[in-house]
């Protein structure tokens, strides 16, 4: 699909944005408030020749974000009805904001959100989703070109859709060893190095919890370590994923009629890949390494059972209360691995409780740790949609990681505040002196129900772009900086 902008041109379809307190903003046409509202989505259609009309509501908020989802919710409806030229008029959007949202910014947005929300999983479907639009031309009231902005949004989207991709992929495609070569292959011409950590360099480097999570899989286990060093003089930032690519809940085994999403699992690990893919295709100058815990975690007779002790190389000892909180004994070896390569600043992002769910619902991933940092990453998620809120480390909360044989025990012995002390157990492989650390549990954002806004039903790719806006925003303070730390 071709995407242009400049000044007015004939098309099939002719898509107007309308946010609730604008006026009439298609004069030709009686808007009642219901068309405004967000996520709606109206269809005028043309008579004879006659161009076919969209009416895509914002809401009372008109933002990036906004503009974004109504994209994504244009994008389907458009594809559904099967067009092929459409037309958005950007101008009188930006014109109606009064600088709220500059003309780059909404090309910037309505890209972004249209691509996102044309993604389809259908690579095992007879019948494919039908994607019609061949020409997408965004009207501007200035004659800039976006042709730099459009080329660095579609490798975003990029991005994203490779995490999604992953995460969506069935387990019988996509395991340890399949993932490994995926990464292979996906990076092999990129400025990246690949190293894989497999079984016998695990064992080497004590990494024991990926080996004992693994013991139940036909599947070997590995850490994927990918670098990225454009600019040595910076500080290192390792990003960490958990890479559970398909979690049965080991002998604390999962049950439910359809546990098929125990695959999305992954979605750290995605959200690393994806970012990383992003990052090696810009000119970022940075420093940064990206670690994959993977591994899956099967119900089997070599599988770890309830009451198994597992050391790490901290010395730490860690009673295995339940197998199916498993994530954090594979983020554990990760995280010490990151201080072993000299990290600086680490982010962690997993799916890590669904507790986290029923603290801040489906739209909003929970962060712990260094405020700074953490509070830098909530204000680069309301601004790219991966949205995040500061979580709380109570200290007093440590008793609940307490064991009768071991320096602490996996899971608490209750389910309150559990994410906070899923939090608790990862900062003890952190190196507080060395490091400066977030985690950000993202079980809850992982995947959609329905399709919505720019999500399509299925994997989200949450934390692709929080991800690589936040390495971007850390190199540039870095320089700032002077090569030290900001």
């Excluded at 009064?98 to 479907?125: H, N």
């Excluded at 190199?475 to 090569?483: D, F, L």
Aim: charged share 20%.
């Amino acid at each position: 699909m071709k995407i242009t902008t400049g000044f007015v041109q004939t098309a099939d379809v002719t898509v107007y944005l309308c946010p609730e307190h604008a006026g009439q903003p298609v004069p030709q046409l009686e808007l009642r408030p219901a068309m405004k509202a967000r996520g709606a989505v109206t269809w005028f259609y043309g008579r004879g020749e006659e161009a076919h009309v969209l009416i895509v509501g914002l809401g009372p908020e008109a933002n990036g974000e906004r503009v974004r989802e109504a994209a994504g919710n244009a994008a389907r409806a458009v594809h559904k009805e099967g067009f092929a030229t459409v037309t958005v008029m950007l101008e009188p959007l930006v014109r109606a904001l009064g600088g709220a949202l500059s003309e780059e910014e909404a090309v910037r947005a309505w890209a972004e959100g249209w691509l996102l929300g044309s993604y389809a999983f259908d690579k095992y479907k007879s019948r494919k989703e039908a994607r019609t639009v061949e020409c997408l031309h965004l009207v501007c009231a200035s004659e800039a070109s976006y042709e730099e902005v459009l080329e660095q949004t579609a490798v975003r989207a990029e991005g994203t859709m490779f995490a999604r991709d992953l995460c969506n992929e069935p387990p019988n495609v996509l395991h340890p060893e399949s993932l490994v070569e995926m990464v292979r292959e996906r990076f092999a011409e990129r400025p990246v190095n690949v190293r894989i950590y497999g079984e016998r360099e695990l064992a080497g480097l004590g990494m024991n919890g990926l080996l004992t999570v693994a013991q139940g899989s036909q599947y070997k286990p590995a850490l994927i370590e990918l670098t990225f060093c454009t600019d040595p003089s910076q500080p290192l930032l390792a990003l960490v994923g958990k890479g559970i690519t398909f979690d049965m809940g080991g002998m604390n085994v999962k049950s439910g009629r359809d546990i098929s999403d125990a695959r999305f699992d992954m979605g750290g690990a995605c959200a690393v890949l994806g970012a990383m893919d992003m990052i090696s295709r810009s000119e970022l100058q940075a420093n940064i390494v990206a670690l994959i815990a993977v591994a899956d975690n099967m119900p089997d007779a070599a599988a770890f059972v309830p009451s198994t002790v597992v050391t790490y190389p901290n010395g730490f000892s860690v009673q295995v209360g339940n197998t199916d909180a498993e994530g954090r004994l594979v983020l554990a070896d990760a995280l010490l691995h990151a201080g072993r390569l000299g990290a600086r600043e680490v982010v962690d992002i997993a799916t890590l409780t669904g507790n986290v769910g029923e603290a801040l619902g489906l739209g909003l991933a929970g962060a712990w740790g260094d405020r700074k940092l953490v509070d830098t990453l909530a204000a680069i998620g309301e601004h790219c949609g991966d949205r995040l809120w500061p979580m709380p480390l109570v200290d007093d909360y440590e008793e609940l990681l307490r064991s009768d044989y071991a320096d602490m025990n996996n899971i608490p012995p209750i389910s309150y505040g559990g994410a906070i002390v899923a939090a608790l157990f990862l900062r003890r492989f952190v190196d507080a002196d060395a490091m400066r650390w977030v985690h950000i549990d993202m079980a809850n954002t992982v995947q959609a129900k329905v399709a919505r806004g720019y999500y399509p039903a299925g994997a989200t790719g949450y934390g692709a772009r929080l991800l690589a806006d936040f390495a971007e925003s850390r190199a540039e303070a870095n320089r700032s900086a002077g090569g030290g730390e900001a």
